[in-house]
């Protein structure tokens, strides 16, 4: 069949996107599901920065590659082997296809599946197939999803279904910022009742990372951001102090607002210099978490002494830990109670057509989520 896409050919073009263009909006031909893929009719795509990293050349993708990754959608037709999704089903998609049965699946850390990771690095589906062809040639897969387009295939074990109520544009944003930033401090850091989080850096992932502090119970929720802006959604959605991270006082600040520092501090902002400041507000024997990706030749420094002397914990977190089959739901479940108000995420909603300028607002800092609807 045939479907519009937004393919990506060439990164690190100049600045606005708007006008260099780097993603084109194309007509390709989408090949049928094999046994275990499923046809999925794109309903809702979140504009994220892991996309961006593509657009602006920090982390390298297979070239030509249809982006998107977080999304929502309605399955059209399933392949012969797919027995649990028919017609009709509301789905979300995971950026990491699981495949139930590797190592690292099989001790139940579904983020870390080796067959999954191996897919994604190829820019194949987890059957090892491409199925995005654009005048004779294959375009790669972004993260199994390639959402920025009208109608997918995507592999079944990159799919969860979810509860038909929920709104599609609220949907899509379960897929990667809720469960990353969520996933980080319930499953990562399994932050306590009354404990103290920091979460540094607050796009989508570190403000759903708020929502889960919130939803955890935790005590004091420390926002810190370089924009006042995003300070005031943190407090908004539960923060009980913010900071801004030029702040120069602000380690010392942090100390003694909780005494020694944090019980964990979590990392979003994808910036060496983030994670070094969440290392510092650590207290002893606290954890310092991160789910920040910046460039892979990126590095940080840890001073040995106060990681071994004051037993310190660095985690990282893939995907917040998630196994999406189980977490997911229970995150939907969150939203739908009004424990987890994820609606409050989305900035703003935009067409395909328009989607060069919507990665300019995220790179400018104007949005939390953009979420791109299909027609």
């Not at 263009?21 to 795509?45: H, M, N, T, Y």
């Not at 296809?97 to 987890?126: D, F, I, M, Q, Y």
């Amino acid at each position: 069949m045939k479907t519009r896409a937004a393919i990506l050919r060439r990164a690190g073009l100049p600045r606005p996107y708007a006008e260099s263009r780097p993603l084109s909006i194309e007509e390709v031909e989408l090949r049928p599901p094999g046994p275990e893929e499923v046809l999925v009719k794109i309903a809702a795509a979140g504009v994220c920065h892991s996309d961006l990293s593509g657009i602006n050349g920090d982390r390298p993708r297979p070239l030509p590659v249809a982006l998107g990754h977080e999304a929502s959608g309605v399955v059209v037709q399933a392949g012969s082997a797919v027995t649990d999704l028919a017609e009709g089903d509301h789905v979300v998609m995971s950026f990491l296809p699981v495949c139930g049965h590797c190592p690292s699946c099989s001790e139940g850390r579904a983020s870390l599946c080796e067959p999954g990771h191996a897919a994604n690095g190829a820019g194949t589906l987890l059957s090892g197939r491409r199925r995005i062809v654009c005048d004779g040639v294959e375009i790669n897969h972004h993260s199994g999803v390639s959402a920025f387009s009208e109608y997918s295939v995507i592999h079944r074990r990159s799919i969860v279904k979810i509860d038909p109520e929920v709104p599609l544009v609220h949907a899509a944003l379960f897929g990667c910022a809720v469960m990353t930033g969520v996933g980080t401090v319930l499953n990562t850091c399994a932050v306590r009742p009354g404990q103290s989080v920091a979460v540094i850096g607050l796009g989508g992932v570190g403000l759903s990372a708020v929502l889960g502090a919130v939803a955890a119970g935790a005590g004091l929720i420390i926002a810190i951001d370089l924009s006042a802006e995003k300070l005031r959604i943190a407090r908004d959605l539960g923060a009980t102090h913010a900071f801004l991270a030029n702040d120069p006082g602000i380690q010392e600040a942090v100390r003694e607002l909780t005494r020694g520092g944090v019980d964990h501090a979590i990392e979003m902002a994808g910036v060496p210099a983030a994670f070094e400041l969440a290392f510092r507000l650590a207290r002893r024997g606290g954890t310092t978490a991160t789910a920040g990706l910046p460039n892979p030749k990126s590095t940080f420094r840890v001073p040995p002494v106060p990681l071994v002397a004051e037993e310190r914990v660095i985690r990282g977190s893939y995907m917040g830990s998630c196994v999406p089959s189980l977490d997911i739901p229970r995150y939907v479940s969150l939203f739908r109670s009004g424990k987890l108000p994820v609606d409050r995420l989305l900035s703003s909603t935009g067409p395909l057509d328009e989607i060069n300028a919507a990665f300019d607002r995220l790179d400018q800092g104007e949005v939390v989520r953009h979420v791109v609807v299909m027609s």
